[in-house]
């Protein structure tokens, strides 16, 4: 993203606003943020942790990953660290791969899983189910004259990783409260439309809501986008979508992270 920055292929599972929420919810009290910029990206791994780990930090014991690499040329690693942590004067501990079914957890199967709409699988290799935040900003209002009002969401951050187009079963934060929902993603076929959206009816909910953000949860894939003949047609197939999202939303036990 510094480094190459005309290059948008990768994509984030959890914007920095994101990670900050779910590690707040684990009881971290403390976060330091360092701008990443190409200066920082030459920084000798003997140097990061000389000049921030130790000077700038202070750090007394440093938890890594398994396959985490730090330093100009990702040439840090655990095995440095552990080498020389009585020089260093902190201790050292590594997060061991984390399986799921004997299966090997990383963010690349993840996004593979989000890409194809396997949300069941995207939800058991995370341990939880894949969020995204937004604002809310002003749409056609169609889906209000459909009688299925939408709150059309701009992601905030490009790099967010967006599911596959279709119809989501979804739960959706607000105000610390949880509703139930159907989220759409896609170009919007049946009115011609040329640009991805991603809008979510929130059930049982008519407040004003612009410019608020939300935080929307996926359950489950209802179905693919497609065209419709007509705007009826599509009402018709909104129907079924949302009495489906319910039955699926009553076995949802679900609770904030």
């Known amino acids: 993203m510094?480094?190459?920055?005309?290059n948008h292929s990768l994509k984030l599972l959890n914007t920095f606003e994101e990670k900050a929420a779910l590690l707040k919810a684990e009881g971290i009290q403390h976060l330091l943020r360092i701008e990443f910029?190409?200066?920082f990206s030459l920084i000798s791994s003997l140097d990061f942790i000389q000049k921030i780990l130790i000077e700038t930090i202070?750090?007394?014991?440093?938890v890594i990953g398994y396959d985490h690499r730090f330093g100009h040329n990702r040439e840090g690693s655990f095995e440095q660290l552990k080498l020389n942590s009585t020089n260093y004067g902190f201790?050292?501990?590594?997060?061991?791969?984390?399986?799921?079914?004997?299966?090997?957890?990383?963010?690349?199967?993840?996004?593979q899983a989000l890409e194809k709409s396997d949300i069941g699988t995207a939800t058991h290799l995370l341990g939880k189910p894949y969020m995204l935040t937004g604002q809310v900003v002003q749409g056609d209002k169609l889906g209000r004259e459909l009688g299925y009002p939408t709150a059309n969401i701009e992601v905030d951050s490009r790099y967010k990783l967006i599911p596959a187009d279709g119809i989501y079963a979804v739960t959706v934060t607000?105000?610390?409260?949880?509703?139930?929902?159907?989220?759409?993603?896609?170009?919007?076929?049946?009115?011609?439309?040329?640009q991805r959206v991603i809008e979510v009816n929130i059930f049982d909910f008519d407040k004003d809501i612009y410019g608020d953000r939300l935080t929307i949860y996926f359950h489950q894939l209802?179905?693919?986008?497609k065209k419709f003949d007509n705007l009826n047609s599509l009402k018709e197939q909104l129907y079924r979508d949302k009495e489906e999202a319910l039955k699926i939303l009553e076995t949802v036990t679900f609770t904030k992270p």
């Open 58 to 62: 202070g750090t007394k014991k440093l």
């Open 91 to 111: 201790g050292v501990e590594e997060i061991p791969r984390q399986d799921v079914d004997h299966i090997s957890v990383s963010s690349s199967k993840i996004r």
């Open 174 to 194: 607000y105000e610390n409260k949880i509703f139930k929902g159907m989220l759409y993603i896609g170009p919007r076929p049946t009115v011609n439309g040329t």
């Open 2 to 6: 510094v480094l190459h920055p005309e």
């Open 222 to 225: 209802l179905r693919g986008d």
């Open 37 to 39: 910029t190409k200066e």
